[in-house]
C-alpha cells in the first residue's frame, strides 16, 4: 500500500470524521473506500461515453434505427418482468 498525504479544509475532515463514525469505520478506511467509489464510476461514466461515441459512428454508418417508443414499451415490459418482443428495426428516411 502506498502512502500519501491529503490536506483537508477542517470541516470536511470533521464532516468525514463524522460519517466514518456512524458508519463504524475509521476516517481512513471511509475515505479509501470513497476513493475506490469514485474511481469506479468515473471508470464507468467513460466506458459508457466510449460506448455511446461508438454507437453514433455505427448508426451514422448505417447500423439499425429504433423507434423511441418501441424501446420504451420493451424496456418497460423488461422492468415488469415480462418477456416482450424486441423492437424492429425502422427504416431510414433519405436525407436530403
Same mark, same amino acid.
Given at each position: 500500500?502506498? @502512502? @500519501? @498525504?491529503?490536506? $483537508?479544509p477542517?470541516? $470536511?475532515?470533521? /464532516? &468525514?470524521a463524522? %460519517? ?11 475515505? !479509501? ?7 469506479? %464510476?468515473?471508470? %464507468?461514466?467513460?466506458?459508457?461515453l466510449?460506448?455511446a ?5 455505427? &448508426?451514422?454508418?448505417?447500423?439499425? %434505427?429504433?423507434?423511441?417508443?418501441? !424501446? /420504451? #414499451?420493451? $424496456?418497460?415490459?423488461?422492468? #415488469? ?6 423492437? @424492429?428495426? &425502422? ?6
Amino acid at each position: 500500500m502506498a @502512502t @500519501t @498525504t491529503l490536506k $483537508l479544509p477542517e470541516g $470536511l475532515k470533521e /464532516h &468525514i470524521a463524522a %460519517l466514518a463514525r456512524r458508519a463504524g469505520k475509521s476516517p481512513h478506511c471511509w475515505m !479509501v473506500e470513497a476513493l475506490e467509489r469514485e474511481a469506479a %464510476l468515473t471508470d %464507468l461514466r467513460e466506458a459508457f461515453l466510449r460506448e455511446a461515441e461508438q454507437s453514433a459512428r455505427d &448508426i451514422d454508418a448505417g447500423g439499425p %434505427l429504433y423507434a423511441a417508443e418501441d !424501446v /420504451h #414499451a420493451y $424496456l418497460a415490459a423488461k422492468a #415488469a418482468g415480462r418477456v416482450p418482443r424486441r423492437p @424492429t428495426p &425502422i427504416k431510414r428516411t433519405r436525407s436530403r
